[in-house]
């Protein structure tokens, strides 16, 4: 199946720095989709970004499909902000299936 | 977005005894959810593909007599861990997506499960 790899594993930065985040997959997909998940577990749907680049506030996102890889651009980092990010991928023919990359680690310090 | 509620967000059982999880689909009607399962500091696996009106098709390696799915209507799944055991703990959640909008996946809050 479809791998996905996601970089660094865990980030420890000072409040009001920028990140950027990788996730790096395998093969072809039809659907990209980035997730912050919050200490209660929950998944919050940061973006549906298959291709292109995105931006919703602090926040902003590039998929490069053709390159398998897409990045996640926080900037201004909060505390609030710490947490896990997920990447998940559906392949082509993938059935909607996401498959979740490693995830990344955020711990935002004040 | 799409809403997905799944309930209860936590229970605790005793061995041997069997828990029912629910995901519902507030504002849209899916034909399709997932279940997936995250044990900590991992990431989520599926589990299974919950089809309303049929059977659920399970991941490799996962027991489909131990977890039942069930998907009666168009707003409704629920997972059944049955004859639990502690090895069961862990976080179980669900998703679903407008299918006729696109795909993107929207999660219900998640069931953290403890057996003891």
């Known amino acids: 199946g479809i791998q996905v790899e996601q970089s660094p594993p865990d980030l420890i930065l000072q409040e009001g720095a920028n990140s950027t985040l990788r996730c790096n997959f395998s093969?072809?997909?039809?659907?990209l989709q980035w997730f912050h998940q919050n200490p209660w577990g929950q998944l919050i749907n940061l973006f549906y970004i298959p291709s292109g680049t995105k931006q919703n506030g602090r926040l902003s996102a590039t998929t490069v499909a053709t390159e398998r890889y897409s990045l996640l651009y926080i900037s201004s980092s909060q505390t609030t902000d710490s947490g896990v990010y997920f990447c998940?991928?559906?392949?082509?023919?993938?059935?909607?299936?996401?498959?979740f990359g490693t995830g990344t680690r955020l711990t935002i310090i004040p | 977005g799409a809403v997905v509620s799944q309930h209860p967000s936590w229970v605790i059982c005793k061995s041997g005894t069997s828990v029912k999880i629910e995901c519902r689909s507030l504002d849209f009607q899916a034909t399709t959810m997932f279940w997936y399962r995250q044990f900590p500091k991992q990431s989520l696996m599926l589990m299974a593909t919950?089809?309303?009106?049929?059977?659920?098709?399970?991941e490799q390696g996962v027991e489909k007599d131990k977890f039942l799915i069930n998907h009666a209507s168009l707003t409704l799944s629920t997972l059944t861990v049955t004859s639990a055991h502690p090895e069961d703990s862990s976080f179980y959640i669900c998703?679903?997506?407008?299918?006729?909008?696109?795909?993107?996946?929207?999660f219900g809050q998640g069931t953290r499960l403890t057996v003891v």
């Open positions: 998703s679903a997506s407008e299918r006729w909008v696109d795909t993107e996946a929207f």
């Open positions: 093969d072809s997909v039809n659907n």
């Open positions: 998940a991928v559906e392949p082509n023919f993938g059935n909607e299936k996401l498959t």
């Open positions: 919950s089809n309303e009106g049929s059977k659920a098709t399970y």
